[in-house]
C-alpha cells in the first residue's frame, strides 16, 4: 500500500515547526507532525490519514534528551525514543513500571523510532505508555506559539484517538514525578501488533504492613487508558495479602464500558484487565519490599501468546 501524494518538510527547530504548522492551518491545509512515524505512516499507507502535509520534527535536537532534576522529578522530551528509555539507566532505575512497559513494548525497529511524545499525542487506546504515565501522574507540556501550557495527563488523553492537543500545539515534553519503587507494569498482547488487549500499572506505597497508596491505571481496555479509582479505594490501608489484593483487582472494571473489536470481546478484555491488575499489584508489592501478596505465576488464567517471555523482542 501507499499513501496519497502528500509534502514534506523538516523542521529546523521548535519554532520552524510552530511556523509550518500555522503556516498550514492558514492555507487550511491538513497539516501533521511527524516524529517516529511508528503510527502515522501505517495510517497513511492504509489511507485512514491523509494528510496534505507532514512537518518532520524526529530528532529534533530542541525535543530530545532526558533531565533529572534534584527532587527526582523526570522530564522526558517529547521525541525521545522508546528506545533511548529504555538504555537510560535513570528511567529504568527511577521507574521499573516503564522498564517493565519498554521490555515488552512492539519491537526493536519500532522502539528505535516511535517517540514517547507520539504515542502519548496520537491517543491509541491500546498503546502501553499511557498506562504507565498515568499511573506515575505524568503532565504534559504543549507548545503552541502563543506559548507554552502544561496538562495533566488524566485530562490530556480524552478517548479513541482524541487527545486535548489543540490546533498548531506541538508536545514537547512529559514530566513524571519522583515515584516509590513498588511500581510494576503487565500486559496481555495482540499477539501480531504486541499492542496490549489489556496492561496494568500499579504503583503501591506500603507501611507498617498496610498499602499506603495505590494507583493503577489501565490501558486497552476502554477508549483511553484510565485509572481504576474503585480497586485504588479498596487497596487504602489494605493489608497486601493475597486476598485483598484479588478483591481489589475484581473491582477494576467498575464504571468502565469496554472495548470489543475482532480481537477481543469486552468481557474477556475485563477478564484479562482483573488478571494483569492482580499480577501488577503483587509485584509492585513485591518490589515495595512488602512481599506478602505471595508469588502470582502459578495459575494458568491466561498465557503469553507468544510463548516466549518476558523481555524477548
Ligand atoms: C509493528 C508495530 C507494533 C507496535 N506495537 C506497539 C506496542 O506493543 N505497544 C504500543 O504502545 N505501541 C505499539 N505500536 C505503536 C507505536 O508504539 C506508537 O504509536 C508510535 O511509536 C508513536 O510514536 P511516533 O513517534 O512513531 O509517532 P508518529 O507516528 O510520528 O505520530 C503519531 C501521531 O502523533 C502526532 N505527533 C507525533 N509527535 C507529536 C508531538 N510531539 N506533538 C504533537 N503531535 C505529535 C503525529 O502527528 C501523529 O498524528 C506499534 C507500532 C507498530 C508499527
Request: charged share 20%.
Amino acid at each position: 500500500m501507499f499513501p496519497a501524494g502528500f509534502s514534506y518538510a523538516r523542521a529546523g527547530s521548535l519554532a520552524d515547526a510552530l511556523s509550518l504548522l500555522a503556516g498550514a492551518a492558514a492555507a487550511d491545509e491538513d497539516a501533521r507532525l511527524l516524529a517516529g512515524g511508528q503510527s502515522l505512516l501505517p495510517l497513511m499507507k492504509l489511507r485512514l490519514a491523509t494528510p496534505h502535509s507532514l512537518i518532520d520534527i524526529g530528532g529534533l535536537p530542541e525535543l530530545t534528551g532526558i533531565t533529572c532534576d534534584g527532587a527526582g522529578t523526570t522530564t522526558i522530551k517529547a521525541v525521545t525514543t522508546y528506545r533511548a528509555l529504555q538504555h537510560d539507566p535513570r528511567v529504568t532505575a527511577a521507574f521499573p513500571a516503564l522498564a517493565d512497559a519498554l521490555a515488552v513494548l512492539a519491537d526493536q525497529q519500532v522502539r528505535a523510532r516511535g517517540t514517547i511524545g507520539g504515542c502519548v499525542a496520537h491517543g491509541d487506546p491500546a498503546a502501553d505508555l499511557p498506562a504507565v504515565l498515568l499511573a506515575l501522574t505524568a503532565t504534559v507540556t504543549l507548545a503552541s506559539r502563543n506559548g507554552t501550557r502544561t496538562a495533566v495527563l488524566d485530562d490530556f488523553l480524552q478517548g479513541v484517538f482524541a487527545t486535548g492537543l489543540a490546533p498548531g500545539e506541538v508536545l514537547t515534553a512529559i514530566t513524571v514525578p519522583a515515584a516509590p519503587p513498588g511500581q510494576a507494569y503487565e500486559k496481555f498482547e495482540q499477539p501480531a501488533s504486541h499492542l496490549p488487549l489489556a496492561g496494568v500499572c500499579a504503583v503501591v506505597t506500603t507501611g507498617n504492613g498496610v498499602i499506603t497508596s495505590a494507583r493503577v491505571a489501565v490501558t486497552g481496555v476502554a477508549g483511553r487508558a484510565f485509572r481504576a479509582l474503585d480497586t485504588e479505594r479498596s487497596l487504602a490501608s489494605a493489608q497486601p495479602t493475597p486476598a485483598a489484593v484479588a478483591a481489589a483487582a475484581a473491582r477494576v472494571g467498575t464504571g468502565v464500558r469496554p472495548l470489543a473489536d475482532q480481537h477481543a470481546s469486552g468481557p474477556f478484555r475485563l477478564h484479562l484487565a482483573q488478571v494483569l491488575t492482580r499480577r501488577a499489584l503483587t509485584r509492585a508489592v513485591e518490589r515495595a519490599g512488602a512481599g506478602a501478596a505471595g508469588p502470582d505465576r502459578s495459575d494458568d488464567e491466561y498465557r503469553d501468546a507468544s510463548g516466549t517471555g518476558r523481555e524477548r523482542r
